[in-house]
């Protein structure tokens, strides 16, 4: 599955999508300019691990992403 398709199926879920103000999802993509947090966290997590980084590097990105010391 590609990963576009991921994300849209994690965002599939109306309650989430509500909660989290999150519209158009038909139209998103794991790629930058993202208007959200949660589809930037998602498609980090997404992306790196296509990319095969471990779960520490992913959480450094996270982590870097909402500037948690």
Do not use: F, W
């Amino acid at each position: 599955m590609d990963r576009n398709k991921v994300l849209k199926e994690i965002l599939a879920d109306k309650e989430l999508c509500k909660k989290y103000k999150i519209k158009e999802v038909d139209k998103l993509t794991t790629n930058a300019p993202y208007y959200n947090k949660l589809v930037e966290v998602l498609s980090v997590i997404i992306n790196e691990n296509d990319n095969n980084l471990s779960d520490s590097q992913i959480y450094k990105k996270i982590k870097n992403i909402h500037n948690i010391g």
